[in-house]
């Protein structure tokens, strides 16, 4: 699989992530964007890897090949299995650093659509609840009871377009916990279409959920430079 690169300079990269396709590996062994991800730098990086005079690759040639190969790739956050959208790596360590700064102050400002069940009753608003991680069933629920661990998360909504069955939500976090989206929108009422694991009754014929990362902004890594970045949403969420 080819992937989509959308933004990449010497230390992040930000690319396409299919509904479908795993963050980073787990012990399914299935492919996952992490590992797409390095093996594009790395080819990337052969292919700049000079010529000696015979023709050969002078890092070869030195025996150094091993380290050409190595590539480092680090992952600040991400995006569930069945969800789409753009996610954002490291290609450096002074990239993580900065990157992984960023996010603990709130600089990164994400962007989600998602097409849910039914309609909410305002146009625009806010859900709040206290959700705790189930590591049993690997889901969020919501735990108000105090000393249970739970965080309490915020999302912002806002109806793009609806019609009598479904609505295109524009959706913005302040936090960004666990299966946050996919969590309160099942707990409000209107889970996400596809999205069995929270209420949804038939699974769409991807495995993926119609929910997607379609904006990111954050800054470079080494400058003071803002970089905004914006996918078209998928068909299936613009048409419920």
């Not at 189930?134 to 806002?158: I, N």
């Amino acid at each position: 699989m080819n992937i989509k690169v959308l933004y990449e300079d010497n230390h992040l990269i930000a690319v396409f992530k299919p509904a479908g396709v795993l963050s980073q590996g787990d012990k399914t062994g299935d492919i996952s964007i992490f590992d797409m991800v390095k093996d594009y730098i790395k080819e990337k990086k052969n292919k700049k890897t000079p010529l000696n005079p015979s023709g050969h690759s002078a890092l070869r040639a030195s025996g150094s090949m091993r380290q050409a190969g190595n590539v480092f790739l680090g992952l600040v956050h991400r995006l569930d299995r069945p969800v789409s959208g753009i996610i954002l790596f490291a290609k450096t360590s002074k990239g993580a650093s900065r990157l992984s700064e960023q996010f603990r102050n709130h600089q990164v400002e994400k962007t989600y659509h998602a097409v849910v069940i039914g309609r909410p009753k305002e146009n625009r608003g806010v859900l709040i609840n206290s959700l705790i991680k189930d590591e049993k069933l690997k889901k969020s629920r919501h735990k108000a009871e105090p000393g249970s661990g739970a965080v309490e998360v915020k999302l912002y909504y806002e109806i793009i377009k609806s019609n009598d069955n479904y609505s295109l939500l524009k959706i913005k976090l302040e936090t960004g916990k666990f299966h946050q989206i996919r969590s309160q929108l099942s707990l409000a009422g209107f889970p996400i279409l596809g999205d069995v694991k929270y209420g949804a009754k038939i699974p769409l014929s991807d495995k993926g959920v119609a929910l997607s990362a379609t904006g990111l902004s954050f800054y470079c890594a080494t400058e003071d430079k803002k970089v905004d970045l914006s996918i078209p949403i998928p068909f299936e969420l613009s048409t419920p």
